[in-house]
């Protein structure tokens, strides 16, 4: 069993930066991938990005790449979403996942077997 609970969310200005966290529970977390989706109102859930229990496979969004980095510490039992150069269309509610294949290469939810609650980015233009 893995809880997950993601924070630093808030509102920004467009370009402007935010880091999101996400503080897991269970022994089993670093065995663990570990993925970031969003949803913004009126749409559906979007894959973000996704981090291999090791770290050394990162796999982007399309739309994200270039502008957010995830990264994790598996001794804090933590995983991280650096979000940069944002924009009005990143606005979304935010949400942590634990895919316990490990590869770190799956965007699809369904392989996700923990979810956060979400926390909010809204981003002003």
């Known amino acids: 069993q893995v809880q997950l609970v993601e924070s630093g969310g808030g509102l920004v200005q467009a370009g402007g930066s935010l880091r999101l966290s996400c503080a897991a529970s269970?022994?089993?977390?670093?065995?663990?991938?570990m993925g970031w989706f969003r949803q913004a109102p009126r749409k559906e859930r979007e894959f973000v990005g996704a981090?291999?229990?090791?770290?050394?496979?990162?796999y982007y969004a399309a739309s994200v790449k270039g502008r957010f980095t995830i990264s994790r510490n598996n001794a804090k039992n933590a995983v991280y979403l650096q979000m940069n150069s944002l924009e009005p269309e990143d606005t979304a509610v935010y949400y942590c996942?634990?895919?316990?294949?490990?590869?770190?290469?799956?965007?699809?939810?369904?392989?996700?077997?923990?979810w956060g609650q979400g926390t909010q980015v809204t981003v002003s233009s």
């Open positions: 981090i291999s229990w090791s770290g050394g496979t990162i």
């Open positions: 269970g022994r089993t977390f670093s065995t663990y991938a």
């Open positions: 996942a634990a895919d316990p294949s490990g590869r770190g290469t799956n965007r699809r939810g369904y392989n996700y077997a923990y």
